[in-house]
């Protein structure tokens, strides 16, 4: 499915491909001459992304536009590589230490390993990652002085999503499946469960939530990766024939095979919940904005900006981000083109049960949050 690719622009920026003995693609280089903070000009702040790569509409992409924002706002340069398979994980970061970086950030939970292991080689470097905590092989979590996790209580944001979903749905069933089984993705499932819940204690209802139980987590449905779109689009026909008319793609760009089955199916009875970004706006110029409800929002772009600041004016701090509904780190996206479909009494229910998070009356935690 071809992509929409959101321009993202560095005003003074010149963009240099470079030659990479590294897998994946070769590193992007950009070098703002803007007048930015006055910082020094060998800081150079550096990315890599997942398999997804920066034109997912999701993590990779958020990310490389708070990056690039960040290099031009400072005057820094910003180098990205992009990664096409988990093999390419080591040799890209390896790639980026070999180039001088200051700051590395890496994209998503697979590139934990790899960037732990270069985190605590290299020391004098700082490193952040998105969307999960630091880990070594075994998958424990590893405790940096030179790392800091920029990770998202999306629960909260999916939580209303499922509220929403739920008084929203007209065969009162939704549903949602996954990239891969790591608590970034199951968080959101969970939470969307969740709140798919609460609404059915509230309305005396029985909407049903496919692709995951709360009460068996193990028999979610997983694409198996974040690419394989035509699994994903697999996983829609599936619900969508099971009477689903609400599907929740938490899995980067396999995410786009939701969007990809529902234009097929036609009409206007069916929508989707995006996941990290506002769908509404990501999937506009392949026409899925039609199609989006709401989506669970995370920050992602505004945590890697502020990250990047702070590195460059040699404040950089390993307390990891959490982005949340109070701090505005994450969000739930407007109901743009569905606004007419969802009821006032239902968009005050959802406002209110956001206060309610935020100033602690109502616990929507999961086993899949992040620490602090």
């Known amino acids: 499915m071809k992509k929409s690719h959101t321009a993202i622009a560095l005003g003074l920026a010149t963009v240099l491909s470079l030659s990479l003995a590294a897998c994946g693609s070769a590193p992007t280089s950009s070098a703002s001459s803007s007048g930015g903070s006055g910082t020094t000009s060998d800081f150079k702040a550096c990315m890599v992304s997942d398999e997804g790569g920066f034109d997912d509409r999701s993590l990779n992409q958020s990310g490389k536009e708070g990056l690039d924002r960040a290099g031009a706002d400072f005057g820094i340069k910003t180098i990205v590589v992009q990664s096409t398979s988990d093999a390419d994980y080591q040799s890209n970061i390896t790639s980026l230490i070999d180039q001088g970086c200051s700051l590395i950030i890496g994209v ?41 996790p920029l990770v998202f209580n999306t629960a909260e944001a999916a939580y209303l999503a499922g509220y929403a979903a739920a008084g929203t749905s007209k065969t009162g069933k939704v549903a949602t499946y996954g990239g891969q089984p790591v608590p970034a993705v199951q968080m959101v499932m969970e939470g969307f469960a969740k709140g798919v819940e609460k609404y059915n204690a509230d309305n005396g209802a029985s909407v049903q939530v496919l692709g995951w139980d709360p009460a068996n987590p193990s028999g979610g449905s997983f694409v198996g990766d974040f690419k394989d779109a035509a699994k ?74 502020d990250t990047v600041d702070e590195a460059q004016r040699g404040a950089f701090s390993a307390t990891p981000y959490i982005g949340a509904l109070g701090n505005q780190g994450v969000s739930l996206a407007p109901y743009h083109d569905w606004d007419s479909k969802v009821s006032p009494e239902l968009k005050a229910k959802v406002d209110e049960l956001k206060k309610q998070i935020v100033n602690g009356t109502l616990n929507v935690s999961t086993a899949y949050d992040p620490a602090a």
């Open 108 to 148: 998503g939970s697979k590139l934990a390993p790899a960037l732990t292991s270069a985190a605590q080689t290299n020391t004098t470097i700082n490193f952040a990652l998105i969307d999960s905590a630091f880990q070594d092989a075994s998958g424990s979590t590893v405790q940096l002085q030179n790392g800091r």
């Open 232 to 305: 994903g689009q697999q996983l829609t026909e599936q619900f969508l024939s099971q009477g689903a008319d609400i599907i929740v793609p938490a899995a980067g760009d396999a995410a786009d095979g939701a969007l990809a089955a529902i234009k097929a199916a036609g009409g206007d009875s069916s929508a989707i919940v995006w996941v990290d970004a506002d769908g509404y706006l990501a999937t506009d110029g392949d026409g899925g904005a039609p199609y989006m409800l709401t989506s669970v929002i995370k920050e992602v772009g505004t945590a890697v900006y």
